[in-house]
């Protein structure tokens, strides 16, 4: 679900305060034009067939719908200066959330996924995700957003407005989640083909939860020694999917694609377009062009035994 009406932290309680004033002034502007309107309709004067028309009034001042003429500009801009008002005092409200204790989460835009850094003051704590992040609730969290290809826009409607992702600059936004929940994500700014499907998840949970979450995301993948899962290992390591993809505790190390590290504990596959299930992965790698024209990834053109295999491990790694 996507609604700013229903906020999850103060940011987006903020925002939802500002939507319900532009709302209110809004509605009362437009009754108030449709009701003149129906005034003036109605009260208009009536020429019958027989009446001559009053030629010596044109060209005279008309005094009345000057003044009243003026009111209404008056009134106009008295309203536009409230809603200026308005979003600066929601802006300022916006920039004062406390960042005491903050957790600072990297996130970069890709064509089109998202990867997000958890930063620490131990390089040894640093770990990488991708397309779902995990906060603690009541810990505000410094997002520093970045892009590497072109402008993307982050935007969690239940948490925070958006932010635009610009190539060569960085900026921040600053984020709470009072209630613990998964809240959907989205990419806000056109950025090629498949925009509509640079989708992600922020699941807030208890700072314990939290905790727990992230040691056991700073771990290794967990692999499995099942048979079959160790041939999908060789295969990963062996073929092309190093060239892109990550497994910390394996040698595969390379940044252009989603880190696969604890790949089987997410939800969603590329970026919030399938379930995570053995059979979605497994037709994802086989084509994701089918799923999602454009994308970097190639297709992957081995035997189907092998993509069981590949299948096995990468689904191995909680
Ligand atoms: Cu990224 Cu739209």
Request: hydrophobic share 45%; with cysteine.
């Amino acid at each position: 679900m996507m609604d700013i009406l229903s906020p999850a932290g103060p940011q987006a309680a903020h925002i939802r305060e500002l939507w319900h004033v532009t709302v209110l002034l809004c509605t009362l502007v437009f009754a108030g034009v449709l009701s003149v309107l129906a005034y003036v309709l109605w009260k208009r004067p009536r020429a019958g067939e027989a009446d001559t028309p009053d030629l010596a009034a044109r060209g005279a001042p008309e005094a009345g719908p000057r003044r009243r003429v003026s009111a209404a500009v008056a009134a106009s801009v008295l309203g536009l200066l409230f809603l200026i008002v308005a979003s600066v005092v929601t802006d300022r409200a916006l920039a004062h959330l406390s960042l005491k204790d903050a957790l600072h989460v990297e996130v970069t835009a890709n064509q089109w996924w998202w990867e997000a850094r958890y930063d620490d003051p131990q390089a040894s704590r640093v770990f990488t995700t991708a397309n779902e992040l995990h906060i603690p609730v009541g810990r505000p969290v410094i997002f520093t957003l970045r892009s590497n290809d072109v402008i993307h826009s982050l935007w969690v409607p239940q948490l925070a407005g958006k932010k635009d992702l610009i190539p060569g600059r960085t900026a921040t936004l600053h984020v709470r989640a009072d209630q613990a929940g998964s809240y959907r994500g989205q990419c806000a700014e056109f950025c090629g083909f498949q925009h509509a499907f640079m989708a992600f998840t922020v699941v807030a949970k208890p700072p314990a939860e939290y905790e727990a979450w992230a040691e056991h995301q700073r771990q290794p993948a967990a692999e499995s020694g099942d048979a079959r899962a160790v041939r999908g290992r060789e295969l990963f390591l062996g073929t092309s999917c190093v060239m892109c993809h990550a497994v910390q505790g394996t040698s595969a190390s390379a940044r252009r694609g989603p880190d696969l590290t604890h790949l089987a504990s997410r939800e969603t596959l590329a970026a919030g377009t399938l379930p995570n299930k053995p059979d979605a992965l497994k037709q994802w790698i086989r084509n994701p062009q089918q799923f999602k024209p454009g994308v970097n990834m190639p297709a992957t053109n081995l035997p189907d035994s092998d993509l069981d295999a590949l299948v096995a491990w990468l689904g191995s790694l909680q």
